[in-house]
């Protein structure tokens, strides 16, 4: 059985700080690793995705994969409180069918 | 901006009834699919539908649960004989031809007394 672990949070930081979120997986075969946010009640929209060990930067997302350890993270810089959402680590093992595993998201709540 | 189109927003059905969730991927996208979503949990994946066959699907995809696309633009998810259990949001998405740019729709929240 192929997992993603998240921790659940609430994860609780003030405006402006930086927010760090973690994620693992289980099959290392994954090669394609992805991070939505998820408002409540809303879809899942994509924040970033990342393929290679290393950090990639996007504005002030920045996603850190590690392959050898599993591990995948989310640095969100000067969080903002409409940062507060549910955010979802996604892994994909690639092929065809493009089947993503999502883990259960972690819950940011930035104060103002 | 292009967007994934779901129809019903939400969907009330008793036990046991038929329902049909659609779906409406963006124009240029290859690969479509179905997720859930129940009330606290993960969002799971059910099936993908490429080239107009299933692709793949999950073990939650038994046989009370059809995909078709009848026609060029619609996507449409049957459950024949709905469960409690089967209360859910369902998000369908779609891609062109690459995972990295999945878009999801807004979901239909499906509730079966």
């Known amino acids: 059985q192929k997992e993603v672990e998240q921790n659940s949070g609430p994860l609780s930081v003030p405006e402006g700080a930086i927010a760090s979120l973690n994620c693992t997986y289980s099959?290392?075969?994954?090669?394609?690793f992805f991070w939505y946010r998820q408002y409540s009640g809303k879809s899942p929209e994509l924040i970033m995705f990342i393929y290679s060990n290393g950090d990639k930067e996007d504005g002030r997302f920045t996603a850190q994969l590690n392959k050898a350890s599993q591990y995948v993270s989310l640095l969100i810089r000067d969080s903002q409180p409409s940062d507060s959402a549910t955010y979802l680590c996604a892994v994909s093992s690639g092929g065809s069918n493009y089947k993503l595993t999502f883990g259960k998201g972690t819950l940011l709540t930035v104060n103002p | 901006e292009p967007e994934v189109t779901q129809t019903p927003s939400h969907q009330v059905t008793q036990m046991g009834q038929e329902v049909i969730l659609r779906c409406v991927p963006i124009?240029?996208?290859?690969?479509f699919y179905w997720y859930r979503q129940i009330l606290g949990q993960k969002v799971e994946f059910l099936v993908s539908f490429y080239n107009n066959e299933i692709s793949e699907k999950s073990e939650i995809f038994d046989d009370q649960f059809s995909v078709e696309r009848p026609d060029g633009s619609n996507f449409t998810l049957k459950i024949r004989s709905t469960k409690l259990e089967d209360s859910a949001m369902y998000f369908c998405?779609?891609?062109?031809?690459?995972?990295?740019?999945?878009?999801f729709g807004s979901g239909t929240q499906l509730s079966v007394l």
């Open positions: 998405a779609s891609s062109g031809t690459g995972i990295e740019k999945l878009f």
């Open positions: 124009s240029n996208h290859l690969y």
């Open positions: 099959d290392r075969g994954s090669q394609s």
